[in-house]
């Protein structure tokens, strides 16, 4: 146990399909982060958001969209994905953004995503 | 802007040998170095972590990296590995001043009876 929960933890989704990966964190930290985990790839970072405000997003495609309504909550809504966005998403947190704390990640257990 | 390189993209091992996972990285400025540890079916989990002092640092289960300046290293080692030990293990880094943790891509740690 984490401090990191992710639903669901497994998804199938047609192309044409909407759907959403939620993350919570129990930790009172400040910073969460959406990574992806493909296979034989380095782990991607996707997004990040301190204290609510997205501060990086690392040339994601539109059809990945981040919502952060408070610090305790992050979601990741997909729209028309591909075939080829199949992949583990993991959810960070961290107490800050800043130092190395910033590097003091506490991860989720990841959804994963397979996209028919 | 960091990166990092980890030189062995698979290790196997017997238990209770000794390992090393080497892990190399470049950065214009000071650097944060962490070890992440992946075991099956789990997210990631950080194992130990070198922010500043002494540059040998421990984790609880036995494992211990040395942070090497001059050849810019990072190697995790154990003495005695156990077959709980079999994970994936990732050495990531982080620039001073830098918001963003760069991992390498992970070498795969198997554990032979």
């Known amino acids: 146990e984490t401090g990191v929960t992710q639903t669901p933890r497994h998804l199938v989704m047609g192309m044409t399909n909407k759907k959403s990966l939620k993350c919570e964190q129990h930790?009172?930290?400040?910073?969460m982060y959406w990574y992806k985990q493909s296979a034989k790839k380095p782990l991607e970072l996707m997004f990040v958001?301190?204290?609510?405000?997205?501060?990086e997003n690392n040339s994601v495609p539109s059809r990945f969209s981040p919502e952060c309504p408070n610090s305790s909550h992050l979601f990741l809504h997909l729209h028309t994905l591909q075939p080829e966005d199949s992949a583990l998403y993991l959810c960070?947190?961290?107490?800050?953004?800043?130092?190395?704390?910033?590097?003091?990640?506490?991860f989720g257990e990841g959804s994963r995503l397979t996209v028919l | 802007a960091q990166s990092v390189t980890q030189l062995d993209s698979q290790v196997p091992v017997f238990e209770e040998a000794p390992v090393e996972l080497r892990c190399n990285y470049s950065?214009?400025?000071?650097?944060?170095l962490f070890w992440y540890v992946q075991y099956p079916n789990q997210g990631l989990q950080l194992l130990l972590k070198?922010?500043?002092?002494?540059?040998l640092v421990e984790s609880i289960n036995g494992f211990e990296a040395e942070f090497n300046k001059s050849q810019t290293s990072f190697h995790l080692r154990k003495p005695s590995v156990h077959i709980s030990d079999t994970a994936e293990y990732f050495c990531?880094?982080?620039?001073?001043?830098?918001?963003?943790?760069?991992f390498g891509q992970g070498t795969r740690l198997t554990i032979n009876p």
């Open positions: 960070a947190s961290s107490q800050t953004q800043v130092g190395g704390r910033a590097g003091e990640l506490f």
């Open positions: 930790l009172g930290h400040n910073a």
């Open positions: 958001y301190n204290f609510k405000e997205q501060t």
């Open positions: 950065s214009s400025v000071s650097v944060y």
């Open positions: 070198y922010l500043s002092g002494s540059t």
């Open positions: 990531a880094v982080l620039g001073q001043g830098a918001q963003k943790l760069v």
